[in-house]
């Protein structure tokens, strides 16, 4: 268990091994080296955009990527995916089910302040 109140829960084992298994989600990540939108995924992997909409659900879903909104003066507000996690372990548990734990980069402060802030609106 985290010691991190705010840290995501792991995801079901099941969801993160059906992400692993799918060819476009694995391109995705080898190729999310900074966020991008979905359109700009669909383009750099070569994938159609209704197709890299669906795969970053899924690894969303995982706890693999992370999504942000990219609040824009036009009032017309995009998210923005990034990779959210540097190491996936899989492991037997004492009842011998397969068990996950996500190894998550380090937050910078103002990064713990933003997650803080937006814990404490989900709760308002």
């Given at each position: 268990m985290s010691s991190n109140p705010f840290a995501p829960e792991e995801p079901d084992v099941e969801v993160v091994l059906d992400a692993l298994d799918d060819d476009d989600c694995r391109r995705i990540i080898r190729r999310l080296d900074e966020s991008m939108t979905a359109s700009e995924v669909s383009d750099t992997c070569d994938?159609?955009?209704?197709?890299?909409?669906?795969?970053?659900?899924?690894?969303?879903?995982?706890?693999?990527?992370?999504?942000e909104v990219e609040v824009r003066s036009d009032g017309h507000h995009t998210t923005r995916y990034l990779l959210d996690f540097e190491t996936v372990h899989i492991d037997l548990d004492d009842d011998r089910d397969l068990d996950v734990r996500v190894e998550r980069p380090e937050q910078s402060p103002e990064e713990r302040v933003a997650t803080l802030w937006e814990e404490v609106r989900k709760e308002t």
């Open positions: 994938i159609p955009r209704s197709t890299a909409y669906r795969k970053l659900e899924l690894l969303s879903e995982a706890s693999l990527v992370d999504e």
